[in-house]
Structure formats: C-alpha cells, structure tokens
C-alpha cells in the first residue's frame, strides 16, 4: 500500500505499512496529513527513497507494485533532510 498526495504532481508515494510510512516520515514530521490518500499503486509518482532502503531492511519487504517493478529506475528519489 502507498500513501501520496493525488493533487500535487512533485510529491512521491510513501510505502505504507501498519500505520506508518516505512521511512517514518508520516509519525515523525509535519506533513499534510489531510491530503494524503491511500493507494494501492503509485499512482505514476516516485517512491520515497528512504522508503526504499528501509524496506529493504525490513524481515519481510514489502512488495512494490507490478508499475514499480516494470520501471523502478523511474521511481528513485534522493531526500535531503
């Protein structure tokens, strides 16, 4: 499942595991909380990198989408903090 804001076309989709992003961004920062819907794609949109290395770590990875999958050197963001 991805969490992503559908009406800004910068933003990049979050992997969403048991109520929270798998970067920790949505329990940890400020964001808009409001706009944000759940998704089962990406909806065309990049996946967070932290996301990415993350759920890399985890025991059981989350499996991205068959869209991510076909065109994941699309889907790299670089987050600067």
């Not at 595991?17 to 961004?25: A, E, F, R, S, W």
């Not at 989408?65 to 050197?73: L, P, V």
């Amino acid at each position: 499942m991805f969490i992503l804001n559908p009406n800004k076309k910068e933003s990049v989709a979050h992997l969403w595991l048991n109520g929270d992003t798998v970067c920790k961004l949505y329990s940890t920062s400020k964001m808009r909380k409001k706009k944000l819907k759940l998704s089962e794609t990406t909806q065309g949109k990049k996946v967070c990198h932290m996301c990415q290395i993350n759920n890399k770590k985890l025991k059981t990875p989350f499996v991205l989408d068959k869209e991510y999958e076909k065109n994941k050197d699309n889907y790299v963001v670089n987050f600067n903090f």
